[in-house]
């Protein structure tokens, strides 16, 4: 079996269930994900900084 026999084994066993499964979730809201995602980051990198004060 040859890589791209392989791949494209795999591409088309992936999208059999496409049409009933779209991959997004009615409840995921991509920018509230990623705004939730971005504060925490944010909040990290403020801990981080307040506690890598050098004395």
């Given at each position: 079996m040859s890589l791209?026999?392989?791949a494209?084994?795999?591409v088309v066993l992936?999208?059999?269930g496409a049409e009933q499964h779209g991959g997004n979730h009615e409840s995921l809201n991509p920018y509230l994900t990623g705004g939730g995602?971005?504060?925490i980051l944010l909040l990290m990198l403020w801990v981080?900084?307040?506690l890598?004060?050098?004395r």
């Open positions: 791209s026999s392989t494209h084994n795999l992936a999208s059999e995602a971005l504060f981080t900084t307040r890598n004060r050098d």
